[in-house]
C-alpha cells in the first residue's frame, strides 16, 4: 500500500452523513500501520504530533481556543468531549467525529483493524453556509481558494500520525 491514500471510508463511518450533504465537501484518507493500534492511541498520537501542534497554537493565538497534551489524552480516551477549537459530534469505540466551533467543518479519524496491522482513517467534512446566486449551497471563494491546500495538509497530518505510531510502536520507519 502507499504510504497515504485518497480512499473511501468504511461504510459505517460518521463521514458518511456529510457526504450525500447538498453542496458539502467530504475527504477521506487512509494509510497502514504493520501493529494492532487503539483509536485511543491514534487519536492522541494524532492530535499531538509537531505539526498539529503548529495548529493547535494557531487556534490558540487566534481564535483563544488553547489546548494541552493532557487534554488530548482525555478527548483519545473517551473522557473530554471538548479538544481546542472542536466539540465531539459522534464517538465510537473505533472513530470521532468532530466539529469546528464556527460549526463549518468537521474532522473524523477511525480505526479499523486490518490482516497486516491497522488501517488509520482520516478525513474532513466542510459544511455550506451560504447560497450561491443559482441558490445553490456553496462553500464559497474562501474554502475553495484553499482546497489544494487543505488536501496535502490533510495527508501531512495522517503521515505524521503514522510517523509518531511507528516510532511509539517501535516499527521501522518504511520510505514510499
Known sequence: MLTIQKSPAPANAFLHKYASMPGAYTDSYLTEIPSQVSFSDYAFAFYTTPLFKVERLI???????????????????????QFAAWTVEARDENQILMCDFAGSTRSWLMTVPSENGSCLY??????????????????????????????????LLLSSARSKLRQNHHLPTRRP
Open 59 to 81: 487556534l490558540s493565538l487566534t481564535v483563544r481556543k488553547p489546548s494541552t497534551d493532557a487534554q488530548a489524552r482525555e478527548l483519545a480516551d473517551g473522557v473530554r468531549g
Open 122 to 155: 482520516f478525513g474532513s467534512a466542510v459544511v455550506p453556509h451560504r447560497i450561491a446566486q443559482d441558490g445553490k449551497p456553496s462553500l464559497g471563494f474562501f474554502f475553495t481558494a484553499l482546497l489544494g491546500f487543505h488536501k496535502v495538509y490533510s495527508v
